[in-house]
C-alpha cells in the first residue's frame, strides 16, 4: 500500500507536534517518581521548545527584510541543545549519587538532606 501526502506540511504542523512534547513532558515530570523519568520529562520539554524555535524561525523571521540568514531558530535550537546536554550530565552525576547515598532514586526521598 503506497500512501501519498495530498497536502503540504505548514508551521502550524510543527508547532502542534511541539506542544504536544511540551505537554508529555510537563506531565512526565509532574507524574513519575524517579529521578530518571523527570530527567526524561525535561529533555522532551526542551525539544518541544525547540521543534517551535526552529519552525517559528524558519517561517516567520527569514522573509521580513532582516540582514540575517533566517537561522534565528536554528542558532537559539543549538544553543538549547548545548544547554540540555551539559544539563543531562550534571543531573546524571547528581542522580548517582544520590543513588550511592540513599540506594534508590525515588524523589520523595530528596528531602533527606544529610549534611
Same mark, same amino acid.
Request: aromatic share 6%; glycine share 12%.
Given at each position: @500500500?503506497?500512501?501519498?501526502?495530498? $497536502?503540504?506540511? +505548514?508551521?502550524?504542523?510543527?508547532?502542534?507536534?511541539?506542544?504536544?512534547?511540551?505537554?508529555?513532558?510537563?506531565?512526565?515530570?509532574?507524574?513519575?517518581?524517579?529521578?530518571?523519568?523527570?530527567? @526524561?520529562?525535561?529533555?522532551?520539554?526542551?525539544?518541544?521548545?525547540?521543534?517551535?524555535? &526552529?519552525?517559528?524561525? +524558519? +517561517?516567520?523571521?527569514?522573509?521580513? $527584510?532582516? +540582514?540575517?540568514? $533566517?537561522? #534565528?531558530?536554528?542558532?537559539?535550537?543549538?544553543?538549547?541543545?548545548?544547554?540540555?546536554?551539559?544539563?543531562?550530565? &550534571?543531573?546524571?552525576?547528581?542522580?548517582?549519587?544520590?543513588?550511592?547515598?540513599?540506594?534508590?532514586? #525515588?524523589? #520523595?526521598?530528596? *528531602? *533527606?538532606?544529610?549534611?
Amino acid at each position: @500500500m503506497i500512501l501519498v501526502a495530498t $497536502g503540504t506540511v +505548514s508551521v502550524t504542523h510543527y508547532l502542534i507536534v511541539g506542544a504536544i512534547m511540551f505537554t508529555a513532558g510537563v506531565v512526565c515530570m509532574a507524574v513519575k517518581r524517579n529521578a530518571l523519568g523527570v530527567l @526524561m520529562g525535561i529533555e522532551l520539554v526542551l525539544n518541544g521548545a525547540n521543534i517551535n524555535f &526552529v519552525a517559528f524561525g +524558519s +517561517s516567520y523571521l527569514a522573509g521580513e $527584510g532582516r +540582514s540575517t540568514l $533566517g537561522l #534565528d531558530g536554528e542558532v537559539m535550537a543549538l544553543f538549547v541543545i548545548l544547554l540540555a546536554a551539559a544539563e543531562a550530565a &550534571v543531573a546524571l552525576a547528581i542522580t548517582l549519587n544520590f543513588y550511592n547515598n540513599h540506594g534508590t532514586v #525515588d524523589v #520523595d526521598r530528596a *528531602d *533527606d538532606l544529610r549534611g
